[in-house]
């Protein structure tokens, strides 16, 4: 799969980093916080940048995750439903690149879109 061929790459997730898409509304800081304190992630940084539908969050952690726990806890701290449906279908496409050392490509953030 061709990630450059839906937009500008920005970030890119990693087994300490999760990264959140908010369309339209602010992020929602107590839920973010609460999920992380709940799942025990140890939050060390977050970055928040605007984007022009919304916001992006970057959320680095002591604690490594799975991509499939990396996905649902973004899902649960309110990233965009429709971005982590997606991230989904990715997920399950990447069987074949985690033994090619892809296991992260599912999991980006895009500057701007071309389509």
Same mark, same amino acid.
């Given at each position: 799969?061709?990630?450059?061929?839906?937009?500008?790459?920005?970030?890119?997730?990693?087994?300490?980093?999760?990264?959140?898409?908010?369309?339209? !509304?602010?992020?929602?800081?107590?839920?973010?916080?609460?999920?992380?304190?709940?799942?025990?992630? !140890?939050?060390?940084?977050?970055?928040?940048?605007?984007?022009?539908?919304?916001?992006?969050?970057?959320?680095?952690?002591?604690?490594?995750?799975?991509? @499939?726990?990396?996905?649902?806890?973004?899902?649960?701290?309110?990233?965009?439903?429709?971005?982590?449906?997606?991230?989904?279908?990715?997920? @399950?496409?990447?069987?074949?690149?985690?033994?090619?050392?892809? !296991? @992260?490509?599912?999991?980006?953030?895009?500057?701007? !879109?071309?389509?």
């Amino acid at each position: 799969m061709n990630l450059s061929t839906f937009g500008v790459v920005d970030r890119r997730g990693s087994s300490r980093t999760l990264l959140l898409d908010f369309d339209g !509304k602010p992020p929602d800081w107590e839920r973010i916080h609460n999920v992380a304190r709940r799942h025990r992630l !140890k939050p060390v940084a977050m970055e928040l940048y605007r984007t022009r539908h919304g916001w992006h969050v970057v959320v680095f952690t002591r604690r490594r995750v799975e991509p @499939w726990q990396a996905l649902v806890l973004q899902a649960l701290m309110g990233s965009d439903w429709r971005r982590e449906s997606l991230n989904l279908l990715r997920l @399950w496409d990447t069987a074949g690149q985690v033994q090619r050392g892809l !296991k @992260w490509r599912w999991n980006v953030l895009y500057n701007g !879109k071309t389509a």
